[in-house]
């Protein structure tokens, strides 16, 4: 049912963490299944991603998409960055069962959600970003993702 690049990525994701003092820090729920992702990334002054981490309380479809958006996000410029859509990810980890389609639009979002908070706190206006719809920062403590 998964491709072995899905089942690499779920069983050994890449970039889990948190980056301190991110330049961008994102979270978003899934409304379909009240999944949370959240993405930090580091902008440098250049504008170009040197780092980007994720935690997600999320499925293993979720879990793999997020990975694999970290590793393709990572030492683009944003907007290369706003390039890496879900279908994006998907391709690049051989597909996923449509059911679990959806888990992916939580990386997209996420990283959508990060940008715009790095856009926000730069006072800088990212050509083609939307405000994410299911970013749920605000409101959202620290202590209780
Ligand atoms: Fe919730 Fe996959 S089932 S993100």
Redesign the pocket.
Known sequence: MYSEKVMDHFQNPRNVGEIENASGVGTVG?A????I?RIYLDIDDDGIIRDCKFK?F?????VATSSMATELVMGKSVQEALQVTNKAVMEALDGLPPV?V??S??AEEGIHAALWDYAEKKGIKIEGLEKPKNDISEGLEEEDY
Not at 32 to 35: A, E, F, H, S, V
């Open positions: 899934n379909k299944c009240g999944d992702m997600t999320g499925c293993g479809a979720a679990k959806h888990c639009l939580l």
